[in-house]
């Protein structure tokens, strides 16, 4: 990477200065702004493609309209890389000693330009109609602006958000960032609808945003600074919504995330230094389901793999979409209805693996108790990433046991390795009985053949050693630690039972009544939230007996970026702590 | 009410019987099978509207199409009682001692006409899409036909649905029941753009259905049986998504109901032979809500209320919507949009007060989590309807503490009464710092006022009457049973401590330590599911003390009208039981 040079960006520090520049300097800006961008994407990691897209977008916003008074709401916020910058945080950027003291999406903390915390797709339109109604009643007169990329278009919210927004009777410019691409390419209607709206200069018939009663204006050129800023005043102050339609281009401005969208949406640290290497094959959870979906096409299966638009997360790589042709599909942006398909293809004699994440599993509670746990219908939901991690707030994984497990029907299983995992998908889709949730393991892909279990039969925890005095239930992949815990009691002249719960969703009473006879105390750990977890079922079980319980996960909060030892430290999550906490009880 | 003639529905057991008959036939069997869903309706009460509409439209269906080979979804099913009648199931609607044999909604264990248990809106396309996809899997070639009313078109999922079907390449029909109105009058972009098409006799250009890329068919007369036997047989085995948007009369044939069809989408039982009294007015938790928000509308406080297309519920009816003007937004049947614009709002200053049902507040739950509670917005959720209740089993209200409890940041408060309600409302609505829901009572209408609180002493719990021995904590809805509990034990010689917990989203934990000094036993009761709820934290809390905790509340499973003696059975939720239970422990 060559030396970022910032003879414009170093007299931007807040939009005030970019509204001093010329046209041309503000292409200087976007050049300078784009090297900054790519320098420190690839030495921390982090979405790629969607802010090179909207760098000179951002421009002309921060241009014509009057941030913090006017209001911006950028959709997901992956693509609020260039507003940063502009809104006095380009040390973030520019300084890599700096370069981790801002998160990768809009924080409300850390400037009054950003309106909300947001990771999650499809939300802009909705904030954006609540800020603008708020400025109504209290009598505001200011601009507000929701930025929505096309694959947020899928999501159901900001469909609900456009039909509620066309009625709002007063300001709202929705920019619909139009790169013809979500994480992996478009699917659906509306992504098609797009692509005619482009290719006739916003000229087809059938206006879908027209239909729902837009002003509608087309941009082909994304990228024209001048373009953007005089269509910008265009609509600036309007007394009605309004719907720009902009056409750019995802990895603007490097040309191998130009030609190949899908692979730099999201970049690894250093990935940008490795483009011309061989790829190396790699064998991780996602690509040990697809291989196994596979498989069961080949053998004739109906097995269909779905994602709701992000597929690398769970091995479907475009190869494997290739070979496996009907047997995949992409559902958009959109887990309610991934979820609800699911049930369908389920209820006709199809074999439904959709794998989602777990931070976006939460769209889908409803669909997973109506129309699937209430349905009974056999489908195999796989949860990706679950876990406590030291992730953005917006994206934590530590709610999805809390979520799935209190659903009545559903099965949640958590395996604790690669043998216990597949064998799990493998009875999941070949039962018609249950609809089946299996929390993918973080651990254990170097496992060892686990021995025959028969999932049907529900709630039977596994004892792995059986021990006295102290019991530890180790759910999915904390089954590891309470393995470590174990080793560590043992050094104490303590030798405990081990318990693999394998369900997160029933407690196995008749073992945990016989633990009654030798043991005296029993320890819960899960990878996730102790309120409404797992663990909470076992306590509850215990109530009125003199069985001591003690819980571990992590607590009830919203952490944000908090490094891993911390959390560790924070919920006593090794095993000198547990089994210090174990020691005191005891004496 | 006159006698229900069935000249012709007596010979029709099955559709193989409709496709036998004339169409003059048809027409008399419509008045016959409306004559019955009348008498029916107006004496176990239920869906009103939505089943008359749809009378003459299911006879050809059934006389085109070939159920259950073919495959009808009906959305939310609210309007499936003459596809009940024609399948097997008149008895249910001609003999009053079977009114309540069969469930209001689709029921799969009733029929195989029947595909899925539904009750929440805006499903049906993407489970038809799922039918359809498990179809081309396995390889079938029948039809499924998703019948979607033009209120549950505003959910996100329907939209979701829309946008897959339209690229799914085979064999869909969705039939878009048109009949201009959701629960209350529907709303935003959508709603306005059906009527230009109904308008236009379907010809009004930027049609949305095309804009997804369907087939689009308008036919007007949704009465008229042989038009539209017509249009089914021309899009009948058709190998491409179509939609068919068909204009009905939300109450048809009876016109008090076509006249004025807000109050006639559901009924009560009587309510038809009442329809010349005067109404008398009333006091509820909805009455009481909309009434302190049009003081404060008066006293010039930027509030809202905001409610996802069930406005009744919340006494927002009619008069009280002109009255507040813009002070009221109906949001359509969208919980998702409704919190982040609730967010929204809240952001910008002004007070949101969303009213939503407890069942549907599940559609919310990523909205609550991100938009809302991570974000710390002060918005007001009311959650009205909240506890165990005999209800269907798609409607069942036990889920919505769990749900909301475990989300961080949070302030789920349970008022025992009215005035508590009533303090809390007031409070949340005027402090500026924390999102709060407050689950609306369901008893306690005639209570006195209380004590001054602060609710902003986030986890303070209140004794309201100290004792010995054993403490009961009565969540909500529960404390009246709490106290009865109380006194059954004085009975008994037993001095029990008795707490108002008020907050379901945290513990009192300073109280719960003072109790362990003169207490053995701990009850917590809550009106509604167990597994993730309120007591198993007070368990938690406890795990390794001495102390014994049992809980009450409901098991995790979905009950499906059982009657309320059975299920305070079999949660052993009276005082009785509970006292028995307590008695035992303390031997």
Not at 49 to 56: F, H, K, T, Y
Not at 300 to 313: E, H
Not at 409 to 417: A, E, G, I, Q, S
Not at 430 to 446: H, T
Request: proline share 5%; charged share 25%; aromatic share 8%.
């Amino acid at each position: 990477m060559t030396e970022t040079l910032t003879k414009v960006l170093d007299k931007v520090n807040s939009p005030d200065d970019v509204k001093k520049l010329s046209v041309e300097e503000m292409y200087t800006l976007a050049d300078e702004m784009r090297s900054a961008i790519i320098k420190k994407v690839n030495t921390t990691g982090g979405h790629f493609g969607p802010n090179l897209g909207m760098v000179e977008a951002t421009i002309a916003l921060h241009y014509v309209f009057n941030s913090p008074v006017d209001k911006i709401v950028f959709d997901v916020s992956h693509q609020c890389y260039p507003h940063k910058i502009l809104t006095g945080r380009k040390e973030g950027f520019l300084n890599p000693d700096l370069y981790l003291k801002y998160t990768g999406y809009t924080a409300p903390e850390e400037t009054d330009h950003d309106q909300f915390k947001v990771g999650h797709t499809s939300t802009s339109i909705s904030l954006a109609t609540g800020l603008a109604k708020g400025r109504d009643l209290v009598g505001g007169k200011e601009n507000v602006i929701a930025v929505i990329g096309d694959g947020s278009l899928t999501g159901g919210e900001a469909l609900e958000g456009l039909n509620i927004g066309a009625t709002l009777g007063s300001n709202l410019i929705i920019i619909v960032n139009d790169n013809d691409q979500s994480i992996a390419p478009n699917q659906g209607g509306i992504c098609e609808h797009l692509t005619k709206l482009r290719n006739s200069n916003g000229e087809y018939k059938d206006n879908l945003f027209k239909s729902f009663g837009y002003e509608y204006h087309y941009i082909d050129e994304g990228h024209d600074i001048q373009k953007l800023i005089d269509l910008f005043n265009r609509v600036k102050d309007t007394d009605h919504p309004v719907v720009i339609h902009m056409h750019t281009i995802k990895g603007k401005g490097f040309e191998p995330a130009e030609k190949d969208r899908e692979p730099f949406h999201w970049i690894v640290p250093g990935e940008l230094d490795r483009l011309n290497e061989e790829k190396q094959p790699y064998v991780d959870y996602g690509t040990l389901t697809a291989d196994y979906i596979e498989k069961k096409v080949n053998e004739g299966l109906p097995i269909i793999a779905m994602s709701p638009a992000t597929p690398a997360v769970s091995g479907f790589f475009p190869p494997f979409r290739e070979r496996v042709g009907k047997h995949y599909i992409d559902l958009g942006i959109a887990e309610q209805h991934a979820v609800a398909m699911a049930s369908g293809i389920a209820k006709r004699g199809g074999k439904p693996v959709l794998a989602v994440m777990s931070s976006f599993i939460q769209r889908a509670y409803d669909q997973l108790s109506q129309d699937l746990a209430l349905n009974k219908t056999p489908a195999t939901i796989l949860i990706f990433w679950g876990g406590i991690t030291g992730a953005d707030a917006t994206h934590l994984t530590t709610f999805d046991i809390p979520l799935i497990s209190n659903i009545p029907n559903l099965v949640y299983l958590c395996p604790t390795n690669k043998s216990e995992y597949l064998r799990m998908l493998d009875w999941s889709v070949n039962q018609n009985e249950y609809p089946v949730v299996i929390r993918v393991p973080m651990v254990g892909l170097d496992s060892e053949e686990v021995d025959s279990t028969d999932y049907s039969v529900l709630n039977k925890f596994k004892v792995t050693q059986k021990g006295e005095k102290v019991a530890i239930l180790g759910l999915g992949n904390s089954f590891d630690l309470a393995k470590k815990v174990q080793s560590k009691l043992k050094e104490n002249g303590i030798n405990p039972t081990l318990i693999n719960p394998i369900y997160a969703t029933g407690l196995d009473k008749d073992l945990l009544e016989s633990l009654k006879s030798d043991h005296k105390l029993v320890i819960t750990i899960e990878d996730g939230e102790l309120d409404g977890g797992f663990g909470e079922k076992v306590t509850r079980f215990y109530g009125t007996s003199e069985m001591k319980v003690l819980n571990y996960g992590s607590f009830k909060e919203f952490t944000d970026r908090t490094p891993m030892d911390e959390l560790e430290k924070r919920y006593r999550l090794t095993p000198e702590l547990i089994s210090e906490d174990v020691r005191n009880i005891l004496k």
